[in-house]
Structures are given as structure tokens and as C-alpha cells.
């Protein structure tokens, strides 16, 4: 069974870098049969994709976060993480990591972690 | 970007009801329409993909269907369990996702 696990700081103060991490178990990130990624969720809001990570490397940015958003890898660790840079109140939400359905970027998402909440605030 | 609209933002039913959730696509987006169910307090669960594909596992009351750039999920015989948010997502570029219907008794 895949799981998927987000793990960071709950706080970060504005204008700092949102920093976190998914651990990923019951399937390997550098398979190749996924991409991997991020979608954001504001507490009573929609979903929002942030971007998408290939175990190479490769990634893709929602273009909506101008370019405050860089996603990385760690197949070692099977691991990936979003950094989110210059964060305002606006970037309250619950974090998601999530596998994208196969190896193209702009697929489906069939496994989600049970996500984080991220507040910003001083 | 490609918008999704999505309708209505809330629906109220009772337990047996057929229900349907609309989605309208801004751009041309082929089958690439999927649909996930979001309880209180937890991620999101795919439901539907392809237009019409059924996840794993996912009742068959529950369907979907398309008409040109509309999109629709169908609920044959609401359960207690369906009483959820349900958002639709595109992924022809991206992900872009539906503001999501609340259903409710």
C-alpha cells in the first residue's frame, strides 16, 4: 500500500521560506512510474497545485506561484520536498503531497498524504 | 490556465437521493477530468478518472459522464458516507481544480 507522509514546521513567519517533506513508503520514487507533487489547500478553500517532481529531477511549477516555488528530490531517502520562498499570510493552508497516477507530469493524483497545516504568522 | 467552474457550490440532499455535480472547462480538455471526495479533516480520495473511469474500490452508484466542455459526477443513491465535498480537476495542462460542492443533508 503506498503512503505518503508530510512532515515539517506548522509556523513559519512572513517573509521566511516554507520548507517540508514527503516521505514516501510502499512504492519507490526512483521507479520511474511517477511523478511526484504538491497541492495546497486553504482551511475552507479549494485545491491548488503547486508542482511536480520526476525522480531525475525534472519538475514542473504551477505558474500562479511566480516562481516562489522549487521542488527537489532525495531518492536515497525517498523523499521529496517543497520550498516555498517569501511566504505571506496568503500562503496559510494545508499542504499535501501527493503521486501523480503515472510517469507524465499532468496526470491525475491517486495517492495523497494526509497533510499538513502551514500558518504563517509572526 | 484552463478554469474549471464548478456547480453548485452546495447541494442539500437526503439519503437516497441522485444527485449530480457539473463542471465546466474554460478550454478544450479532452477526457482529462477527474473527480475526488474530501471528508472533513482528511485529503482528498480519487473517485473518478478519463472522464468516467472508477478508482478502485469506488462504489458503482457512483458515475461520470461528459457533454462537450461540461462535465458531470452522479451519485445514483446518496449514502450516509457520500455526505462530502467533491472537487473536480483537469490535468490536459497542469492541474487546475473546481472550487469543489459541498453535499449536505
Known amino acids: 500500500q503506498v503512503q505518503l507522509q508530510e512532515s515539517g514546521p506548522g509556523l513559519v513567519k512572513p517573509w521566511e521560506t516554507l520548507s517540508l517533506t514527503c516521505t514516501v513508503s510502499?512504492?519507490?520514487?526512483?521507479?520511474?512510474?511517477?511523478?511526484w507533487g504538491w497541492v495546497r489547500q486553504p482551511p475552507g478553500k479549494g485545491l491548488e497545485w503547486a508542482g511536480s517532481?520526476?525522480?531525475?529531477?525534472?519538475?514542473y511549477y504551477n505558474p500562479s506561484f511566480k516562481g516562489r516555488v522549487t521542488i527537489s528530490v532525495d531518492t536515497s531517502k525517498n523523499q521529496f520536498s517543497l520550498k516555498l520562498s517569501s511566504v505571506t499570510a496568503a500562503d496559510t493552508a494545508f499542504y499535501y503531497c501527493?503521486?501523480?497516477?503515472?510517469?507524465?507530469?499532468?496526470?491525475?493524483?491517486?495517492?495523497w498524504g494526509q497533510g499538513t497545516l502551514v500558518s504563517v504568522s509572526s | 490556465d484552463i478554469q474549471m467552474t464548478q456547480s453548485p457550490s452546495t447541494l442539500s440532499a437526503s439519503v437516497g437521493d441522485r444527485v449530480t455535480i457539473t463542471c465546466r472547462a474554460s478550454?478544450?480538455?479532452?477526457?482529462?477530468l477527474a473527480w475526488y471526495q474530501q471528508r472533513p479533516g482528511k485529503a482528498p480520495d480519487l473517485l473518478i478518472y478519463k472522464t468516467s473511469t472508477l478508482n478502485a474500490g469506488v462504489p458503482s452508484r457512483f458515475s461520470g459522464a461528459a457533454s462537450g466542455s461540461e462535465f458531470s459526477l452522479t451519485i445514483s443513491s446518496l449514502q450516509p458516507d457520500d455526505f462530502a465535498t467533491y472537487f473536480c480537476q483537469q490535468y490536459e495542462t497542469y492541474q487546475t481544480f473546481g472550487q469543489g460542492t459541498k453535499v449536505e443533508i
Open positions: 501527493a503521486r501523480v497516477s503515472s510517469s507524465v507530469p499532468r496526470d491525475y493524483f491517486d495517492y
Open positions: 517532481i520526476f525522480y531525475t529531477g525534472s519538475a
Open positions: 510502499g512504492d519507490s520514487i526512483s521507479s520511474g512510474k511517477s511523478y
Open positions: 478550454q478544450h480538455i479532452g477526457p482529462w
